[in-house]
């Protein structure tokens, strides 16, 4: 029998308190800041951001190597950048400067996009002046686009090369991201347009992410868009993203990376276990996207099975709180499968057929009469949704007491580490408060690796904690400072007619178009930004048809979180497919909709007795965010 273990990370709901606990915020007044990535003097507009080693220029779809990590990436090969923008306060210059962490053998400095002989072609190169120890810097004076002194609203498109002149290993040529400077305004997400896709600053309405925003791409790598830094990425985030990066990568039974060329990492051997869902966060969490659902009969290995002796979410007496698949020794103590796929079929008011279909599992061991199955989601934009002020959350939960259409959002409250209440933010039924213990609480359920906030865990007695709070600290800040990707097709007719009806349909109800992050987080990046999420972070009865029968906390079965929405047109290039919603079930996102019932009725009727015209339209909206 399993030891069900005393986590560090006391988890409660309200209803086990005695009054209904205030929600503490996890970031106020009192919260020490980071350096902030813009801030303006007397003098100058003052922007900080960073960048990595590229193989490849951005336009270049031909190569597939600028979004691609090279070999040793965590190695010297990210720099910050300092932009002084005189002109912004009636000066006559703006100053580049930028901080390596090797030394260079040609500090190549390139601006003003040409791209007429090739597509990394600029009017203006230079070899940057080495300025301090590793410090280059160049000052800019003129648009020589236009040959002129610079003026307010020019644009200036820079990037920036990392020629190494002895790098530890790996290759020693880089180039650099490329990244569009507005002069008096700062770094923006930048669209190419014309025949030479020369850079232009995107419509703040493409910003799902605020300024973490990702640029369009131009380099043919649909798999790789959920694995950038952010658009705005301060220098203080740029290595710990690195090394976070390799962490999520690493395999913690054998210390190999997943990509190839890279070292074994022997710090994070033999930490696997006994028992574990998969070898890596990687491996679940494939391209940073979506898992999608095994073939019928094959091994569940991308899944989370969440277990329950009862409806109320107690231990298993034999398997625990999760199914772990896997074992050191060989001899897993269950695994599951989709034994079948049932059809549920139905019609559009205009007589068209659907057909979607529900998962039937089946187990090898023991079979637990309650349990939850949750397919691993995307990961971006999760340092922007931890960045959301509790009292905004809790106001949209407020209006929804309000509403006469039955929908009825209600925030999830869990008690941290030192039984504080906070609110519940991530996981299908939001019943992790922060980036910090939703990754401590997947590398404690999901391989088996304690940290200091999961000190235990799910099989045997666990002790020392076998991940550091500094390498926790790492893989955190990697998946909070992941770039969202813009939002697509902004002057298509179509989509807009679907975003109109998305929001006569009240899909908005609970996916929640607007927020400002706080002020208070700590990551520069992250604070004071307009999103575009499409969630409330709230918990919502989904009606029967997408319940099962696990609660967690407060949440019952049928009760889900509502799952954001931004860079959801990008499953298919990023997963391979098609899986949505908490099972995959959902091949398409038409499916998707179709499931909702419950509080989510009203919606999916409306948009069941739409014209084909209408649902495609409000699709194509889907598919551009």
Known sequence: MKHRQTMALVLATAATLNAAPQIVPL?????????????????????????????????????????????????????GIEIVDHVAKGGKDVVFSYDTLAELSAPEFRCFFRGINTEAEYHF??????????????????????????????????????????????????????FLYVVGRGVVPWEGKGDKLDSFPLPEKAWLGGLTTLPYPYSDEPAHRFKQMAGNIAPLSAQPFMLGRRLHHTNFGDGSHSEKGNPVFEGQQG??????????????????????????????????????????????????????????????????SIARWQSVEGNYADGTPFALRRPVYAFTGETPSHFSVRLTPQLVGLGLLEAIDEADVLAVAEANGKRDDGIRG????????????????????????????????A??????????????????TGGKPELSDADLANITRYISTLGVSARRDLEDPEAQRGEQL??????????????????????????????????????????????????????????????PLWSIGLTEGVSGGGGYLHDGRARTLEEAILWHDGEGGKSKEFFRTMSVVDRAALVRFLKSL
Not at 34 to 51: G, K, S
Not at 142 to 167: C, T, W, Y
Not at 283 to 300: D, S, T, W
Request: proline fraction near 7%; charged fraction near 20%; charge should be positive.
């Open 502 to 563: 998305f929001a006569e349909a009240s899909c908005t109800a609970c996916h929640t178009a607007n927020f400002t992050t706080s002020k208070h987080h700590p990551f520069a990046e992250l604070r004071a930004q307009k999103i575009h999420p499409f969630t409330d972070l709230l918990l919502h009865d989904m009606g029967a048809g997408l319940a099962d029968n696990l609660g967690e906390h407060e949440a019952a079965g049928a009760d889900w979180r509502t799952p």
């Open 443 to 460: 590398f404690n359920s999901d391989m088996s690796v304690t940290t200091s906030l999961f000190s235990k865990p799910d099989v045997g």
């Open 271 to 336: 930490k696997l276990g006994p028992q574990f869902v998969a070898h890596s966060c990687i491996a679940c969490h494939v391209n940073n996207g979506r898992a999608l659902p095994p073939e019928i009969g094959k091994p569940m290995y991308q899944t989370v099975m969440k277990l329950g002796a009862d409806e109320k979410g107690g231990p298993h007496p034999k398997l625990g709180s999760a199914l772990l698949p896997h074992s050191i020794n060989g001899k897993p103590e269950a695994v599951a």
């Open 27 to 79: 970031f106020d007044a009192t919260t020490k800041l980071e350096p902030a990535v813009q801030e303006e003097r007397t003098d100058a507009l003052i922007t900080r951001l960073a960048d990595r080693a590229r193989s490849r220029h951005a336009r270049e779809g031909r190569f597939h190597s600028y979004d691609l990590y090279a070999t040793f990436y965590w190695e010297e090969r990210t720099i």
């Open 410 to 441: 209600r925030a999830q409250i869990v008690l941290d580490e030192n039984g504080q209440p906070r609110l519940g933010r991530f996981g299908y039924k939001a019943g992790q408060p922060s980036v910090r213990h939703q990754i401590a609480s």
């Open 125 to 178: 190169n230079t070899l940057a002046p080495l300025v301090a120890p590793n410090r280059h810097s160049v000052k800019v004076t003129h648009n020589v686009m236009e040959k002129r002194p610079l003026q307010m609203g020019d644009r200036i498109e820079v990037e920036i090369s990392q020629f190494m002149k002895a790098p530890q290993h790996g290759q020693k040529n880089y180039y650099g991201t490329t």
